[in-house]
């Protein structure tokens, strides 16, 4: 086979990995795509139910009282480091269980509501944004999506109240933007009851501090002697499991733990395999769509922070007697601030 065959087979490969058998439903992209426009899913703009409005409105004042009272991002950023303190009251203000089942303790939030929850945070404290975002909206979205109700049951409870934190494991040194390319190995052991894990991760957000680590690892893909990804359940006090960075250094996000560590013949019960055996890509991939929403939430919390402290910036600074929303260049700053943070 020559080299473009060879790629052409892996993509395709890859893009069976993607799919699921079962039947695929109908999704407003895809919809557009074959020719429908399923209008209802984004027009008008989806609102939450009024019922829900009133339980989000409770939550986000309980929230900015703690966050007004216990939050200083600028410490933070100087200690790189989230006190356990801040950790412990996130936890007990619901955040870090919010889209998880009242069942499992959490409180039951849809993702739009959580996306409220994650500008709040992110509109005063990027890094504190982005560990919830790692530790629920990639951390233990695999558990909540693709879980057993015997995995939920065992992991969740501790996780939604944040006695323990959650971590998402897909990036390697050669698994970056290119996801489906991870070459962590899990081989099955002989007699069926767990598997071996062996490679590293890396620029793993919360991977210092987890106590649960959704890692993504090739297994063998039975009859034939190809590999496909796998998502499994990875606790750090596993035998052979190595933290080599515990806090990578970093220009931005100080706060959060962002870790490298390698799993060196780390056994795996087979009662820790996260979805389907060989469909961890597509588990993985779903994973971070959810992320993608609430991490975007994020950043429009704090680009309407940016926006409102340049704008008071410009209308309370002097220069030439007049503000610097006053003066010529810069007068659309404050002019256009009114529409701006309507976004
Ligand atoms: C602070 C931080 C936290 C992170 N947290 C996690 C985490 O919790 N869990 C986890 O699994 N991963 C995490 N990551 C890893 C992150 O998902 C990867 O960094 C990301 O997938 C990009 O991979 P890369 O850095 O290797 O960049 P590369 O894949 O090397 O890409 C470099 C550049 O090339 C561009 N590029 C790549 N391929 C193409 C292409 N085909 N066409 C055009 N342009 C292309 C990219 O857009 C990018 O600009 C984190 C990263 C950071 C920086």
Known sequence: MNKLDAQRQKEIQQAEELLFAGPQALRFAKGRFQGH??????????????AQQIELNDALTELR???????????IDRQAD??????????????LGMTAPKEYGGRGFSQMANCKVLEEIGSRCASTSVFVN?????GIRALLL???????????????TGEQLGAFALTEKEAGSDAANVQMQARPSEDGSHFILNGEKRYITNAAIAHELTVMARTPVPGSDKTAV???????DMAGFEMLEER??????????TGRFALRDVKVPKENVLGPLGKGLKVALTVLDFGRTTFGACCTGAAKTCLELAIQ???TRKQFNKTLGNLRRLGILSRSSAGANDA
């Open 65 to 75: 009282k703690f966050l007004d009272e216990h939050l200083d991002p600028a410490e």
């Open 230 to 236: 796998t998502a499994f359940l990875v606790t750090p």
């Open 248 to 257: 990578m250094p970093k220009m931005g996000i100080r706060g959060t733990a």
């Open 134 to 138: 790692a530790h629920h909206s990639i």
């Open 146 to 160: 693709f879980g057993t109700h015997e995995q939920k049951q065992k992991w969740l409870p501790k996780l939604v």
């Open 313 to 315: 910036h410009a209308n």
């Open 37 to 50: 426009f399923v209008s209802d899913w984004v027009m008008p703009y989806p609102r939450i139910p009024a």
């Open 82 to 95: 989230i006190p356990r303190s801040v950790i412990d009251g996130l936890g007990r203000t619901g955040v």
